[in-house]
T-cell receptor
Framework: DTEVTQTPKHLVMGMTNKKSLKCEQHMGHRAMYWYKQKAKKPPELMFVYSYEKLSINESVPSRFSPECPNSSLLNLHLHALQPEDSALYLC????WGSGAVNEQFFGPGTRLTVL | AQSVTQPDIHITVSEGASLELRCNYSYGATPYLFWYVQSPGQGLQLLLKYFSGDTLVQGIKGFEAEFKRSQSSFNLRKPSVHWSDAAEYFCAVPTGANNLFFGTGTRLTVIP
């Protein structure tokens, strides 16, 4: 199984809502990632988890809160978002190793719209 | 820091024509380099990667890329484009432990 799944596919939320994005992989990867991608732009790294511990936070606002409950699951909790947070949120996973030589496998993304 | 640039924002080719997408890297030593493809509204899929050795790398879907140190380039090529190749293509380079820096992307349009 070389698939990364993400739910939901689409999410519309108000600025006062609390919602969560979910990501799952069963490839035994110990690195998992959240990216944010605006239209016609490349993905921007938000968070990296290695062995279920947060290893990188790219100065992401606290209204985004990641969680890695186990080695297969990655969540992104959303609260008090702004309209400019509307984007495609991509999850990825890879083996963990130095030099970033490992292929990252991406999920299809969650299209988030904040009203 | 390592980075990549993709000079072409948008390229249009006819179906059956050959394709070359440009990627230039900035790094003193031999970099690791990747090409990813993203179909509309989808995640990214790895087409191919270069670490060392043979400078001509074969990938999936009939794509290949050639690493040229003298030109600091890693251009993606395909001899005959299919309509299904229409997508966004990203060149990428590692910037640290498990980080990827993506180029700005090249959008490929294929016309009949």
């Amino acid at each position: 199984d070389t698939e990364v799944t993400q739910t939901p596919k689409h999410l519309v939320m108000g600025m006062t809502n609390k919602k969560s994005l979910k990501c799952e992989q069963h490839m035994g990867h110990r690195a998992m990632y959240w990216y944010k991608q605006k239209a016609k732009k490349p993905p921007e790294l938000m968070f990296v988890y290695s062995y279920e511990k947060l290893s990188i936070n790219e100065s992401v606002p606290s209204r985004f809160s990641p969680e890695c409950p186990n080695s297969s699951l990655l969540n992104l909790h959303l609260h008090a978002l702004q309209p400019e947070d509307s984007a495609l949120y991509l999850c990825a996973s890879s083996q963990w190793g130095s030099g970033a030589v490992n292929e990252q496998f991406f999920g299809p993304g969650t299209r988030l719209t904040v009203l | 820091a390592q980075s990549v640039t993709q000079p072409d924002i948008h390229i249009t080719v006819s179906e059956g024509a050959s394709l070359e997408l440009r990627c230039n890297y900035s790094y003193g030593a031999t970099p690791y380099l990747f090409w990813y493809v993203q179909s509309p509204g989808q995640g990214l899929q790895l087409l191919l990667k270069y670490f060392s050795g043979d400078t001509l790398v074969q990938g999936i879907k009939g794509f290949e890329a050639e690493f040229k140190r003298s030109q600091s380039s890693f251009n993606l090529r395909k001899p005959s484009v299919h309509w299904s190749d229409a997508a966004e293509y990203f060149c990428a380079v590692p910037t640290g432990a498990n980080n990827l820096f993506f180029g700005t992307g090249t959008r490929l349009t294929v016309i009949p």
